[in-house]
């Protein structure tokens, strides 16, 4: 029986990877997940006690993303804490970015208008308006130094209102690509 619950936990997330960000939020919602307003939210692994997470206003996570809200490397010493865990909040600011396959581990806090490089290991206290990346992860800088360096780069190009069509053309001229 919990072989077959699995499997169809399994078919039901990847099902709402397919579906609209809204769908998304509405059923992490049901689970418990306090999440904010115009969230983009990519991926479905959210722990075993997605009740742990809260999320801001204006937070986009990409794909491949994992929030772990319980610390497993206790087994090794399982019969010392008498089969315990260690469980811990994840709390995610408002206005915040976090990149492709990132590793949000328990006792984290990311302030308001913080960018999460891709591939990061993200734990403990960060500051607003930073941008953070590495593994561990750490503050490389400000957000505002990435705007500047965002709005100066000139591989920047205006898609937002594009087509996927419109932008792959756009993106193929700039690059010289037929």
């Known amino acids: 029986m919990d072989f077959l619950r699995g499997v169809w936990n399994s078919i039901f997330k990847l099902y709402l990877l397919k579906c609209s960000d809204a769908r998304r939020v509405t059923y992490l919602r049901k689970l418990g997940m306090k999440i904010g307003e115009r969230c983009r939210i990519r991926t479905m692994k959210f722990s075993t006690e997605p009740y742990l997470i809260e999320i801001g206003d204006h937070v986009a996570i990409a794909a491949g993303t994992e929030f772990i809200t319980h610390d497993g ?101 700039h690059f010289g690509i037929k």
Request: aromatic share 4%; charged share 20%; proline share 3%.
């Open 73 to 173: 490397a206790n087994w090794v010493f399982e019969d010392d804490v008498d089969g315990g865990g260690v469980f811990g909040k994840i709390v995610i600011g408002n206005n915040v970015f976090i990149g492709i396959n990132c590793i949000i581990l328990s006792h984290t806090s990311i302030g308001d208008n913080c960018i999460v490089g891709a591939g990061s290991v993200v734990r403990g206290k960060f500051p607003e308006n930073s941008v953070l990346a590495g593994n561990p992860a750490q503050v490389v800088s400000k957000t505002g130094i990435q705007r500047m360096l965002t709005k100066q780069s000139p591989d920047l190009l205006k898609t937002k209102n594009c087509t996927v069509a419109q932008k792959d053309r756009m993106v193929k001229d």
